[in-house]
């Protein structure tokens, strides 16, 4: 594989990642990790690709999410790669009868590994610079 | 043209896609479906270059539209292609002398061909899992 | 080099120029242009790597931006290149005790030029079809 290719797989990883969190494929979104990955953010930190799964179900709590995956920038070590993704996640939900979406503003700092001939996330940190929570429709 | 080229291909596709719509170049616009192609989404569809680039000038109301196209995940097969992409569609414009943006959030659910030597959107489907409508300016 | 590995280049490019302006390293975003490149936008003209790093530190005011790089579509001519590029920027800042972020829906108009064997921006024209500006937490 070139490294266009790598690369390539790399940022449809990170594609799978979102569509598997936005549908609520949490079997799907565990297979997308090594076996020792670490997702950290704001409060929180999961170990391992089930406890991931389970703790990105708590997303379950919003009507539906959708995460905008933007550029990314990767620097390969062969089956290591590093990179910074950024990202725009949307969290929908209600609140005393209005409908709310809840933004959340995020530079990925993440990890990847090749393992049994496939990229994975290795370690994914959420950097989250801002977030911004407004009702769908303001005056 | 390797699998590389051919997604590549894809994504252009789509970019050109946002950029007729956006400068409302709705000639350009109707090159970039099928003969038989359909665009669906909440409460309309239409089928054919044609039809389409008529509907879409129904935009022509907006002040200005941007399509940001975001990540975009597609599976070949040959001639023939199917993908989802993410999408956030701005729609400027003024109500009682305020300046407002609506927002839809998009996941484009998407079939291409290759006709004539040339990728093109085949089948369209707007899956719009939220929308968003506030002033430009808000205290 | 083959046009795609040009493109992703470009690409990269322009990833870079986000990262450097998000992370406030000015060096390193001066390293990003040719010697008589130009940014211009609304109200501002820079000329030269040094005017635009330093035009550009001007982002210190505040706490943080976010350079949300989507779509680009490239037109290769040997070693030059046009392209238009979709971005939204975040800027957060604090106003009267609330805390803000002021958002442009940009079309960057470039210009990318290769020189001493590596892709540069030539010129950047930022086109501004909106600016909104709201709160973090809104009612």
Known sequence: MSD???KQAIHALTCRYAQAVDRRDFPRLADLFTPDARLTGPG???DGPQAIAEGMSALGKY????????????????DAATGETYCVANHLYEQDGVQRKLDW???YQDRFE????????????LVVDW???LPLRGA
């Open 4 to 6: 266009l290719e790598h």
């Open 44 to 46: 929180f930190c999961m």
């Open 63 to 78: 009507s539906a999410t959708q995460h905008h995956m933007h550029q990314q920038l990767v620097e390969l070590d062969g």
């Open 105 to 107: 503003g995020i530079r």
């Open 114 to 125: 090749r393992w049994q001939g496939r990229w994975r996330i290795a370690a994914r940190e």
């Open 131 to 133: 977030t911004q929570d």
